[in-house]
Every structure is written in structure tokens, then in C-alpha cells.
């Protein structure tokens, strides 16, 4: 089919404004990626930072150390796990396939890569908690890995009738929201300032549930102090050996989520 002159015309336009509004949002984008950091917030030293690429040698080491315990439960939970920043259910599954193995029937939150909230997905995870609470006959616990862990924590304030525990794992919850590494790749990447998020606004807040902070002095990516969090900013707080990568799968980690799973 050919175009005559106007409808040509009418295209070019078209495409010309589509291409300056993406020139405008990467303009944006850029201008919160490149905002500089409060002199008095600091994120993990360099060399924690470099410590993250000893992950996988880490859980090779830890592997061959434990003791597994391949006993059963003795009551079944329904467990949802939340992924981190850029991250994909996937990445979890270790921890996935350890809480099975004891029992629990075991989901990801649905909604595919992390690329930080919006309304609609924090709505759309909302629901499925509900949905998935109701269908089980129980609450849920929800375990939360990083920025995994802010969608755990505020769903159980939305919804707790249908949270039974929150574990929240490297979770930036407490003190400045820019005490991490990793806070301009949010920014650039989810489009707004970590002050102004679509889902709450008080971070720090306890959910109205059990809610345990797994953290470690180890991370390279989150502050210690953030994801540890303070006294009543959580009921309990418990450390951890390992990177902040290392939460996703280290066999520490899924042991402890099993003696906590079966604790609540």
C-alpha cells in the first residue's frame, strides 16, 4: 500500500515524537542514576563489594561442610518467595527446592524479573497473596530476598490476614534509603527516586506479623545496619555468613529458612 504525502507526513511526526519522549526519559533516568549520594550515607566497602564475586566459591564450600538433614517438617507450610533487584524467581531456586524436600509447598511470587515496584505489580502481588492464601486453607510466609523483601514486608501491612511470616533476606528496610550499592541501578532502572516509591512510604515500619531480618556483615551490596534493622523495626533479627548474592542459594541460608518455616 502506498502512503500518499499527508499520511507520510502524519508518520514522521509521529515517530519524531515518540523519539524525543525517549530521549526525554533516558534523559531522566540518567539524571537519577547520576544524583550524588548524602555525605553522611555510606553503602558497603569496595572490598565487601569485590567479596560478592566469591559467591559461588563460598557455596561450594559451604556445601561440602554442612551436615544435611534430609527430615521431613513436621507440619507442611505454604511458602511464596520473593526475588531481588534485577533479579528472576530462578535465582532462588535452592532455597526452593530445600524447603521442599522438608515438606512445604513452595511458589514464587509470578510476576517473572524484579525490576522494582509499580503500583499495578505491587496490586497484581497483592492478589495472587490473597488468591494463593485462600486456596492453601492458611496464611502464607513470605521470604523476601533484597528489594524481594520491601514487596514482602508491605504486603504483609495490606494484607495481614494472609501472612503468617515475613523473612526478609539483605533487606534495605531500615535507616537511608541510600545506604546500599546498588541505589542509582534502582534508580535508573525502576524510573523514580528511592524516596518516593510507588509502594509505602515508611519502609521501616513493622508489619503487623512475625517478621525475621536474615543479614549479614558480609554484604557488599546493602549496609549491614540496614538489613539488620532496629528494635521494633522488626521481631527478630539473625545473621548470617554470607554475600548479599549469597542469600539467593547458600546452604546456611535454606537451613535456617527451614528451622524458621517450621518455628511459625
Not at 205 to 225: M, Y
Request: with cysteine; charged share 25%.
Amino acid at each position: 500500500m502506498i502512503l500518499n504525502q499527508p499520511e507520510q507526513a502524519s508518520g514522521f511526526a509521529q515517530a519524531t515524537a515518540r523519539l524525543a519522549q525517549l530521549r526525554e526519559e533516558i534523559a531522566r533516568r540518567g539524571a537519577l542514576a547520576f544524583q550524588p549520594r548524602p555525605a553522611d550515607v555510606r553503602g558497603p566497602k569496595w572490598q565487601a563489594l569485590l567479596g560478592e564475586l566469591r559467591t559461588p566459591v563460598e557455596h561450594w564450600q559451604a556445601s561440602r561442610q554442612m551436615q544435611v538433614s534430609d527430615e521431613p517438617a513436621s507440619s507442611s507450610r505454604a511458602v511464596m518467595l520473593l526475588p531481588g533487584f534485577g533479579t528472576h524467581p530462578v535465582r532462588m531456586k535452592p532455597l526452593r527446592l530445600a524447603l521442599e524436600a522438608a515438606g512445604h509447598r513452595v511458589s514464587d511470587w509470578g510476576l517473572g524479573f524484579n525490576f522494582g515496584p509499580t503500583e499495578d505489580r505491587f496490586e497484581r502481588l497483592c492478589e495472587r497473596v490473597v488468591t494463593m492464601a485462600r486456596r492453601e486453607g492458611e496464611s502464607l510466609v513470605l521470604v523476601g530476598w533484597s528489594l524481594g523483601g520491601i514487596f514482602a514486608r508491605e504486603v504483609a501491612k495490606a494484607h495481614p490476614e494472609a501472612v503468617r511470616l515475613v523473612v526478609t533476606m539483605g533487606t534495605p528496610f531500615s535507616g537511608d534509603r541510600r545506604a546500599n550499592n546498588a541505589w542509582r541501578a534502582y534508580q535508573l532502572i525502576a524510573g523514580h527516586s528511592v524516596d518516593e516509591p510507588p509502594i509505602g512510604q515508611d519502609m521501616s515500619a513493622k508489619p503487623p506479623v512475625p517478621t525475621v531480618a536474615l543479614w549479614s556483615a558480609r554484604d557488599g551490596i546493602v549496609s549491614p545496619r540496614s538489613s539488620c534493622g532496629r528494635k521494633g523495626e522488626r521481631d527478630l533479627a539473625i545473621p548470617m555468613r554470607c554475600t548479599h548474592l549469597g542469600f539467593a542459594a547458600h546452604p546456611d541460608v535454606a537451613a535456617m529458612l527451614k528451622r524458621l518455616v517450621a518455628g511459625y
